[in-house]
């Protein structure tokens, strides 16, 4: 789970958590890439807007290494920023969606991910 805010960050890695998922946090894209070259994962979930290395260069640094990694971007809809998520999408991101979400929208997202990642790989 990756996004700059700390509140996003911690309360949906809790949500994950209680709904079964080991989760592992990061507060930018180069701590993502770094944790995902160390540890690995199943599913990334990020957000598009970040200092240091944005969603969409991790989307790509993590598609050119694993092509099949589920990835689901997600974008505050800030109308002073660009709306990116288009874009995540054509790059490699698996799903989008906006904040706000509800957690029931992120987890049917997250079940869907996963599902089609395990029938991809069986």
């Given at each position: ?24 946090l990061a507060e930018n894209g180069l701590e993502a890439t770094r944790i995902w070259r ?85």
């Amino acid at each position: 789970m990756v996004d700059d805010e700390p509140l996003i960050r911690s309360t949906l890695g809790q949500l994950l958590t209680i709904a079964g998922h080991e989760v592992l946090l990061a507060e930018n894209g180069l701590e993502a890439t770094r944790i995902w070259r160390e540890v690995g994962a199943d599913l990334v979930i990020l957000d598009i807007f970040m200092p240091e290395k944005d969603g969409i260069e991790t989307i790509v640094e993590l598609r050119a290494h694993s092509p099949n990694l589920p990835i689901i971007a997600m974008s505050g809809g800030n109308t002073k920023r660009m709306d990116l998520l288009p874009e995540a999408r054509l790059l490699g991101a698996y799903l989008t969606i906006d904040k706000p979400f509800t957690f029931a929208e992120m987890m049917a997202l997250v079940n869907s991910a996963l599902e089609d990642s395990r029938r991809t790989n069986a």
